[in-house]
């Protein structure tokens, strides 16, 4: 059973499209990320939600927009894809909010624009 | 200068190798320390995690915190090849805030037979 699963794997989409890379986790935690690792394997966070509700939002170009439909589910939708967004995007999750809880990833999902 | 250094590598041992992994930081409010394995093509997993100063051991894996010089490390006996992969060091505040991981670069690591 994988932990935090994340479709699809890969993703390749021409410029302007839009596109969207589901996530789901069965660890029955609270709260869940979305974390972009760029060519250089710099990862960094875009969003946290913590019972649906978003509690992080790191300067994110608003074309970027998650969605939480309920706790196990934190969803990326990306309008007007630019080459720029071409990385990895990992979701993860944790049992809670607070610094000291483990986080979890996915296997990732890698998006190519072209 | 970013929060989290880290060298990138990489790193090519002979099998049996001790590997020292390391990253520095800037900001003194990191208080959780982490680091995280990542094979390729797969999500980081968490490997190792520490709450201020110290040692940690787990097998043949010890993570250190100098928080003083503000230097983490992670220490490899008897490497295998398996043990092949990119080590991100992880860092957190203090509990009380909304969790949010600062990675390295990370360190690509290579354990030849």
């Known amino acids: 059973d994988t932990a935090v699963s994340q479709t699809p794997k890969y993703l390749v989409t021409q410029m302007g499209n839009d596109k969207s890379i589901k996530c789901e986790q069965n660890l029955g935690h609270d709260t869940m990320y979305w974390y972009k690792q760029d060519s250089k394997k710099f990862l960094k966070i875009m969003f946290s939600y913590n019972n649906k509700e978003l509690i992080i939002n790191e300067t994110v170009p608003n074309r970027f927009s998650p969605k939480s439909p309920d706790k196990a589910h934190l969803n990326l939708h990306i309008n007007s894809l630019e080459l720029g967004d071409s990385a990895v995007y990992f979701c993860?999750?944790?049992?809670?909010?607070?610094?000291?809880?483990?986080?979890?990833f996915g296997e990732g999902s890698w998006l190519t624009v072209v | 200068q970013k929060e989290v250094e880290q060298d990138p590598g990489p790193l090519s041992v002979p099998e049996g190798a001790i590997v020292s992994l390391n990253c520095t930081y800037s900001n003194s409010a990191f208080q959780y320390f982490m680091w995280y394995r990542q094979y390729s093509r797969k999500g980081p997993e968490l490997l190792m995690y520490?709450?201020?100063?110290g040692n940690k051991e787990d097998g043949r894996f010890t993570a250190q915190v100098d928080k003083s010089s503000k230097y983490i490390s992670l220490f490899i006996r008897d490497s295998q090849p398996s043990d092949s992969a990119t080590y991100l060091c992880?860092?957190?505040?203090?509990?009380?805030?909304?969790?949010?991981?600062?990675f390295g670069t990370g360190t690509r690591l290579q354990v030849t037979l």
């Open positions: 520490t709450y201020s100063s």
């Open positions: 993860a999750s944790s049992q809670g909010i607070l610094s000291g809880n483990t986080i979890y």
């Open positions: 992880a860092l957190a505040v203090e509990a009380g805030t909304a969790s949010k991981l600062t």
